[in-house]
């Protein structure tokens, strides 16, 4: 596959980033890709779209890719019409379903090495032996025994057991706490600004958002 080598003409880039962003557009009225962006991410999603555009066109995606870095009007419409598609709200609400049962899954881990209380069968299951051993050893050791830590992952598992519609809003400010904080702290009451107030520390200035970072 070339990429615009001196032998032939050079690649109409114009036209092939229209039709990435045409293709785009309309991946965002339908629902096909939902279910996979859901699971992987939208990165295959977007190169799914590359192969399909730059492949007739006979440039391969890195040579798109390399091109639209350098031309930052280019980049930022195809970073916006990414993060419109995940913004959509089917997509959002798959994957805080889906982030609310693996945060159920790692509680119930986490309170069985701080408690020492063996997780329900389900969670139990999806353990190989090797893990379910380390876990005993981790458990019956008591070494990582948190009487702080504790509290807030029964808090959590109650949540999600019990009223799972509030599991993932902050406490303080009722704002939907980050999925990416939620992967890195399942415990977390608060959104990271509420929590830096709780804790006495001088709020940040925002930085700029870029939830694509595929270039």
Known sequence: ???????????QWKDIHQSILSTLDALNASTSWIATAATVGIEPVFERVLQQVCGPAE???????????????MRREVQQRLS???ENPKLVTMRREAQR?????????LHYVLSGKQPPEW????????????LREAAESGEERDDQLLPRVQRAIHKLEVTPGIYGLCE????????????????????????????????????????????
């Open 1 to 11: 596959m070339t990429t615009g080598s001196p032998e032939g003409p050079p690649p």
């Open 101 to 109: 049962r693996e945060a159920e899954h790692q509680l119930h881990v």
């Open 84 to 86: 419109r598609l995940m």
């Open 59 to 73: 440039v391969s995606p890195q040579a798109y890719i390399e091109h639209i870095t350098r031309d930052t009007g």
């Open 172 to 215: 303080d400010c009722y704002a939907i706490i980050l999925l990416e904080r939620l992967q890195l702290v399942p415990w977390a009451e608060c959104c990271a600004a509420c929590q830096r107030k709780r804790e006495g520390i001088p709020d940040q200035a925002p930085q700029p958002e870029v939830p694509i970072t595929y270039f």
């Open 123 to 134: 969670v139990w299951t999806t353990l190989d032996e090797d893990q379910r051993e380390q």
